[in-house]
């Protein structure tokens, strides 16, 4: 057990508990929420965090800051080589509750290869993004043919003992909120667990409109006329309500971003792969750490960074309001 931690806190009062960690901006789909056909301008290898540098940073939030959970995104997590390697020097950090909470966001397409590997290093959770089971919908969604892989990775992870395994799925008005209730359906028959999530303006190529965007209400109206569901207690800090099947087959839950901001609760700070501390998903300012830890910086210095980071982190997106600007970089650079 570590020892005693300083708490984290922000100019609102919300104290930092969740660190997420883009480990790669690369990525094996082309999502057309996410990034052109052609994919992205990649970062060379030199400019990522290499796995003692996401180690050393890990440390210094969890062991300073009393941060209990870390999240790995990308790109895609796992195209970086070597993942277990990183997971299992993560999985031995131990915050003031112990254990890290240590868990990951992918597209599933190899999980059917290596989702035992990943758990036997030490990996506690993993949500896979799914956002439709009509093959010809998936090719033309990430412009891959990978939907069989996808479904078989859900199921290795299950069979690996990940429990719950949730699913990722962005509903998108016109391209797949047909499937709100065959989504919901699957996660019953699967019993996994489906978290819809409104579409965000994190788009590569800008073109996100609010009229694509389908709110948490008519998405739970939808579920409700055929599955009848009931809101569970308050969600605290996690991004997602949650919702319960009255005939008790199981949970989902929606992340309303857009329509219901959950702002007020944020425990969360990201870092993205070549080390830019971001107070928040949509923020426009970043802040280097690699740089300052390449530079030879102690822990000290470099907690200095990032509690002045944190002295700045806003009260929330403003996704809704005239004053909102994109961030400068899209779902893909910043990580989930
Ligand atoms: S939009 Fe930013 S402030 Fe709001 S919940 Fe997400 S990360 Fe936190």
């Known amino acids: 057990m570590s020892a005693a931690h300083q708490d984290l806190i922000d ?20 999502c057309t929420y996410c990034m052109p056909e052609e994919g992205m301008q990649w970062l060379p290898r030199s400019e990522v965090m290499s796995f003692e540098e996401i180690e050393h940073l890990s440390r ?3 062991e300073r800051y009393g941060v209990r959970g870390i999240r790995l995104t990308g790109g895609e997590p796992t195209v970086r080589a070597h993942l277990p390697v990183l997971i299992e020097k993560l999985a031995r950090l131990e915050s003031a509750d112990g254990p890290i909470d240590l868990a990951m966001t992918t597209n599933g397409a190899t999980m059917r290869l290596i989702a035992p590997t990943l758990r036997d290093a030490g990996l506690r959770r993993v949500n896979i993004s799914l956002d439709t089971l009509v093959r010809e919908k998936f090719v033309r969604m990430t412009r891959r043919d990978e939907l069989d892989n996808v479904l078989d990775g859900i199921a290795a992870a299950q069979k690996a003992g990940f429990d719950p395994v949730k699913i990722n799925a ?15 359906t699957f996660g019953r028959e699967r019993q996994v667990e489906v978290r819809f999530i409104e579409f965000m303006p994190l788009d590569a190529d800008g ?26 207690p308050a969600r605290g800090a996690a991004p997602a309500d949650r919702f319960r099947y009255l005939d008790g087959a199981g ?4 992340i309303p971003t857009v329509t219901k901001p959950f702002c007020g609760d944020c425990d969360r700070v990201r870092l993205t792969a070549e080390g830019e501390f971001r107070t ?55 990580g989930g």
Request: aromatic letters at 8%; one cysteine or more; charged letters at 25%.
């Open 280 to 334: 928040c998903l949509f923020a426009t300012k970043e802040f280097d750490l690699l740089s300052a830890l390449r530079a030879g910086e102690n822990d000290d210095q470099i907690a200095a960074r990032i509690e002045a980071a944190v002295a700045t982190k806003w009260a929330g997106h403003r996704i809704n309001q005239v004053n909102f600007i994109r961030p400068g970089k899209s779902m893909s650079q910043i």
């Open 207 to 232: 073109h996100w409109l609010s009229e694509q965007v389908v709110g948490q209400d008519e998405i739970v109206e939808t579920i409700n006329a055929v599955y009848p569901i009931e809101q569970m």
């Open 11 to 30: 100019p609102f009062g919300r104290q930092i508990k969740d660190l997420r960690i883009s480990v790669t901006d690369r990525c094996n789909f082309r």
């Open 60 to 62: 210094l939030f969890v």
């Open 251 to 254: 949970k989902i839950g929606v």
């Open 170 to 184: 962005v509903i998108e008005r016109g391209v797949n909120d047909d499937e709100i209730v065959d989504l919901a």
